[in-house]
């Protein structure tokens, strides 16, 4: 009798998706507003953010879905701050109070020193997206922004948000 195997990757395609690591220090609702005017970009505030380890931390996300090209654009933060009290050991000093210890968390790991993703669905060429990385680089508050390969990411589970 033979054997039948199921082969399930004609059934789940991989996401085509390309995107760009931007570095900088400015708020959230700042870059998104300067892309918006920079690419004429329409990005919005999502109501929920993106919660990662069993809700300790959160990473905003913005938004825009352009039917005109059947793209999507999303800007998510890759840094999260939480600020968590600790108690000091030594019961018997004179200083034992809590102490505030804050932890930093990377929604991208692998990319640490990005501030910011920008992750578009459907990729560009290379030479669209070589443009857009132009545009984003002219914008003063921006350190530097560069594109990422989607196939050396280990974490990609993370940048699936709908």
Not at 72 to 79: A, P
Not at 142 to 162: E, G, R, W
Request: aromatic share 10%.
């Amino acid at each position: 009798m033979p054997i039948k195997k199921l082969v399930l990757d004609d059934f789940f395609e991989e996401e085509s998706f390309s995107l760009i690591g931007i570095h900088c220090t400015i708020e959230d609702y700042r870059l998104a507003f300067l892309l918006n005017k920079t690419l004429t970009l329409k990005l919005r505030r999502q109501e929920k953010d993106i919660d990662n380890n069993n809700q300790e931390t959160t990473f905003s996300i913005f938004e825009w879905e352009d039917n005109a090209q059947f793209k999507t654009w999303n800007l998510v933060s890759n840094v999260c701050k939480v600020v968590s009290n600790q108690l000091n050991d030594r019961l018997d000093s004179l200083f034992s109070a809590n102490q505030k210890i804050t932890k930093t968390h990377h929604l991208v790991p692998e990319f640490s020193k990005a501030n910011y993703l920008l992750k578009i669905n459907n990729e560009f060429n290379f030479n669209k997206e070589k443009l857009i990385l132009d545009k984003i680089l002219k914008i003063d508050q921006i350190i530097t922004a560069y594109s990422i390969s989607p196939k050396s990411l280990k974490s990609k589970d993370q940048l699936i948000f709908n």
